[in-house]
């Protein structure tokens, strides 16, 4: 069966490189399904999984939070800010991250970047998701 290879790379170096038969992710311009012989695009992410199809039909997931989408025929490449294997996250970290947004929101302070915290909570969020699939 036909595969594309999967690269996802952030500032700190290689996440994860394998050969899926599909990736799903959502972009800023909604939700995308990629198979092998897709045509080239280049699309923002958003702060979501990444769903990767194995081809004994397991499923992989990666937790992006934001970046970008390079696809070509044969390979998909995503250059993200930072991005975590399901398996590799630090649920009790996360959890403190959520916490700590949370707080922040709740706050009230006018010193508070709201939207900051907002993106630290949705960052949090996601990983959380991720892990717990």
Do not use: W
Request: aromatic share 2%.
């Amino acid at each position: 069966m036909n595969t594309l290879t999967v690269s996802v790379v952030t500032p700190d170096g290689q996440v994860l490189e394998n050969d899926y038969q599909m990736l799903s992710c959502k972009a800023e311009g909604g939700e995308l399904g990629i198979l092998p012989g897709h045509i080239p695009l280049v699309a923002p992410l958003t702060i979501n999984a990444v769903r990767l199809k194995r081809e004994d039909n397991g499923e992989d997931l990666v937790a992006v939070n934001g970046g970008f989408l390079e696809v070509r025929p044969d390979k998909v490449t995503i250059l993200a800010q930072s991005a975590e294997v399901a398996n590799d996250i630090d649920v009790e970290r996360a959890e403190r991250a959520k916490e700590r947004a949370a707080q922040l929101l709740e706050s009230n302070n006018p010193e508070v970047d709201v939207e900051r915290a907002k993106l630290a909570l949705s960052r949090a969020m996601n990983r959380l998701n991720v892990a717990q699939r």
